[in-house]
């Protein structure tokens, strides 16, 4: 691959994470006078593509009937679709590609498409896996941002048949994007830990808000409740295709959480002040360690103990 700015980017698909990505790449890889890259962009949504011809963000877009003449002409390929989607996509357009071409993705659940991968590839395109742990509760091109992805982790998804200097160029690339971490690892993985660390918590954030007895709780708010909420203002139709197609793992983090709950459930019926003091200063110094890892990722500091 040829140095960052004179690559030709596609994106399929520029909502949230698509148009993060762009705006990104556009910002810090595209924007000096010597860039002879370009970004080009394929979306359904017609508002989405003309947004982003406005504000500079994408050289040339094109609707979905022109995905084949697009695919044609880009070095470096975001399929910013749902997992099923991303499947479909590759199949249909598997002879566009260009050649010698790296294509990723951004899908939150891994199984399915690497398994699949060994019948849908050609060996002149190198497809490298990816899950970038950013975004937030919005969605749509309009809330994307090319600043999300500062200090968060990118999770890698190699396999055999990817080249070692293909691999290189991405890790690079997404590191120029501000991903201060790169964490490699199988899919099976992938699926696992993320079943508890993105899934299980968009379940209980749901789970909370459908228990609230009324709307105006929040009125005695304090931020806790805000803090553990958000994510719950969530993308029904992706986040339903991610619990199922990921539903094994989620459900044996759901069973494990259950667990943790009757046990502090059990110890506040029986006014066992003790026994609860000492769970909490479990759960506090479980938290703790947690947080050593979390500044291996962002550079920051962990959280003082008091």
Same mark, same amino acid.
């Given at each position: ?11 399929? &698909?520029?909502?949230l994470?698509?148009? +993060?990505?762009?705006k /990104?790449?556009? *910002?810090?890889l595209?924007? !000096?006078? %010597?860039?002879? &890259?370009k970004i080009?962009?394929l979306d +359904?949504?017609?508002? /989405?593509?003309? *947004?982003?011809?406005?504000? !500079?963000? %994408? ?7 022109a ?6 002409c ?43 991968l060994p019948?849908?590839l ?5 497809f ?5 742990m ?18 968060r982790?990118?999770?890698l ?14 890790k ?6 501000g ?9 099976a ?11 299980l918590?968009?379940?209980i954030?749901s ?28 993308n029904?139709?992706?986040?339903t295709e ?6 094994g ?12 709950l ?12 003790e ?11 479980k ?15 962990p959280h003082?103990?008091?």
């Amino acid at each position: 691959m040829d140095n960052f700015s004179n690559l030709v980017y596609g994106f399929i &698909g520029l909502g949230l994470m698509g148009g +993060s990505f762009a705006k /990104a790449i556009r *910002a810090k890889l595209l924007a !000096g006078p %010597a860039a002879a &890259g370009k970004i080009l962009a394929l979306d +359904s949504n017609r508002a /989405a593509l003309d *947004a982003a011809m406005e504000r !500079g963000v %994408a050289d040339e877009v094109f609707g979905t009937d022109a995905a084949a003449t697009m695919l044609k002409c880009c070095d470096v390929v975001f399929i910013c679709l749902y997992p099923a989607k991303t499947i479909e996509f590759l199949k249909k357009y598997r002879d566009d590609f260009k050649s010698g071409s790296v294509v990723s993705d951004i899908s939150g659940v891994k199984a399915g498409l690497i398994e699949a991968l060994p019948g849908i590839l050609r060996d002149d395109v190198d497809f490298i896996s990816g899950h970038p742990m950013a975004g937030n509760e919005k969605e749509g091109f309009y809330y994307s941002s090319g600043c999300i992805f500062e200090g968060r982790n990118y999770i890698l998804i190699p396999h055999a048949a990817n080249k070692p200097e293909n691999l290189a160029f991405f890790k690079a690339l997404t590191g120029a994007l501000g991903f201060s971490r790169i964490t490699e690892t199988d899919y099976a993985s992938h699926d696992h830990k993320v079943a508890f660390t993105s899934q299980l918590c968009h379940v209980i954030a749901s789970a909370l808000v459908e228990s609230a007895e009324d709307t105006e709780i929040t009125a005695f708010g304090g931020g806790s409740f805000e803090d553990l909420t958000r994510i719950a203002m969530i993308n029904a139709p992706l986040w339903t295709e991610l619990f199922l197609a990921n539903r094994g793992e989620l459900l044996r983090h759901i069973a494990a959480f259950e667990s943790s709950l009757k046990k502090i459930t059990a110890l506040i019926g029986r006014a066992d002040g003790e026994g609860l003091c000492g769970y909490l200063e479990a759960v506090r110094l479980k938290r703790s360690a947690m947080s050593l890892t979390e500044s291996k990722v962002t550079g920051e500091p962990p959280h003082p103990q008091k």
